[in-house]
């Protein structure tokens, strides 16, 4: 089974970026429709899989950081567009990646980590992208 990798593609969306990058941290890549009618639910079923893994979300309270995942920086421009307006008030400081990852990954956050946001003292930095993640040969990215 080939494993679509999580970079900017002509054409391909948030929604299909985020199903990719969530999918492939699980080593699988599921066939999915978008419908209309399911899209909503698709996309909090993928949010919520995607805060699961530290490949795409953590939060460091100890050094007062958030790390996610750089494809959030990669495709910045759709994310922003999609969520950025959904952040809360208290965040709108913070550039409009900051505020559309943070708007993504709210719905999953334990209320630890949302009272240690809601601070809005923290650093958000991306992550490099672990490649490793799609060899499926065992060689460890080697």
Known sequence: MALLVPVPEAGLGVPEAVQRHARDMKHRVVAVDFNPETLERQLTEVAAECVSHAQCATI?????KMAVSSVF???SKEFSAAYSDKA????GTRSPIERAVLAFVDPMLTL???N???RN???VEFSRF????NDLT???GR
């Not at 460091?60 to 007062?64: G, H, L, T, V």
């Not at 809360?88 to 965040?91: E, I, K, R, S």
């Not at 672990?130 to 993640?133: G, K, Q, Y």
Request: proline share 7%.
């Open 60 to 64: 460091d309270r100890a050094a007062n």
């Open 73 to 75: 920086s990669w495709r």
């Open 88 to 91: 809360p008030p208290a965040f």
């Open 112 to 114: 630890i980590e949302r």
């Open 116 to 118: 240690f946001l809601a």
């Open 121 to 123: 003292e923290f650093s």
């Open 130 to 133: 672990d490649w490793t993640l």
């Open 138 to 140: 065992g060689r460890g």
